[in-house]
């Protein structure tokens, strides 16, 4: 090597340097693409809720509907924790609370569709209108879910649909009608079932009833075996003997409506 001659040598270290701060580069813009990405991809989650199609009489004046949130998760990342909520209001969205429902923890993949079923507890017995039991209604249904999308971002959907609810004793009527005097002083009175079933389940059961006096006693029970389909009509009726000394007439009839493990108290009616 001549004396003129020059030789640029560049220290390992700046070279180490050099390739920690292309190796940043990359990672940022690698960092940022999935941002952008997933942050387009979490916006395109759609939810969408389906009809109350089914249900169950549970315990005590409650009834159990079954029903789902449909996620779409068009992205590339996956949905995780996904918990959906439900409320159910009648007299719109403002009106009264009438069912709560959540559903289990679960996860959507990317590029999915998935349903979230969940269930949701309508409780008669908390002094819910006992009109829901014999008339139709439109409930202002509010689903929110949150969940957290591609592990970092936080996602809250939110989706208020009204849906229709129906009576599974629509038009309930109980008629007691004119008693029969019997030969030994009682009296038989005649009483009448009708309604149709409007609900998203079978009712397959009993009808107890109690007939009451003006002071509140028993003058006598029965009861009618109850075997209705998803939109049938039902029409029963039976016969009671009370004894002569206690009178109905004027009182009261306190109807249930009654199964292995559960029982639904259905309005009363005064008697003629």
């Given at each position: 090597m001549g004396p003129g001659s020059r030789v640029a040598i560049r220290p390992a270290l700046y070279q180490l340097g050099e390739s920690s701060r292309t190796l940043s580069l990359v990672g940022a813009i690698l960092l940022v693409g999935f941002l952008l990405t997933a942050g387009y991809s979490a916006s395109g989650v759609r939810p969408s809720a389906s009809p109350l199609a089914r249900g169950q009489l549970a315990g005590t004046n409650t009834v159990v509907l079954h029903s789902n949130l449909t996620v779409s998760n068009p992205g590339l990342y996956p949905l995780s924790g996904l918990v959906v909520q439900a409320q159910l209001r009648l007299g719109g969205p403002s009106g009264a609370l009438v069912a709560t429902g959540a559903s289990a923890a679960t996860s959507v993949p990317g590029r999915t569709v998935a349903k979230v079923a969940f269930d949701i507890t309508v409780p008669f017995g908390s002094g819910l209108p006992t009109s829901l039991l014999t008339q139709d209604a439109t409930l202002a249904g509010w689903?929110?879910?949150?969940?957290?999308?591609?592990?970092?971002?936080?996602?809250?959907?939110?989706?208020?649909?009204?849906?229709?609810?129906?009576?599974?004793?629509?038009?309930?009527?109980?008629?007691?009608?004119?008693?029969?005097?019997?030969?030994?002083?009682?009296?038989?009175?005649?009483?009448?079932?009708?309604?149709?079933?409007?609900?998203?389940?079978?009712?397959?059961?009993?009808?107890?009833?109690?007939?009451?006096?003006t002071s509140g006693g028993v003058c006598g029970t029965g009861t009618i075996p109850v075997d209705a389909p998803v939109g049938s009509e039902?029409?029963?009726?039976?016969?009671?003997?009370?004894?002569?000394?206690?009178?109905?007439?004027?009182?009261?009839?306190?109807?249930a409506f009654t199964g292995d493990s559960w029982m639904l108290s259905l309005p009363s009616e005064a008697l003629p």
């Open positions: 689903f929110w879910a949150n969940a957290t999308y591609a592990g970092l971002f936080g996602v809250h959907l939110l989706l208020p649909e009204n849906l229709s609810w129906g009576a599974p004793f629509y038009g309930l009527a109980v008629h007691v009608g004119t008693p029969a005097s019997q030969p030994n002083g009682s009296l038989a009175f005649p009483v009448t079932v009708a309604f149709v079933n409007h609900a998203g389940f079978p009712l397959d059961g009993q009808v107890t009833y109690t007939l009451e006096n039902f029409q029963q009726g039976s016969t009671t003997s009370v004894a002569g000394t206690c009178d109905p007439r004027g009182g009261t009839i306190l109807v």
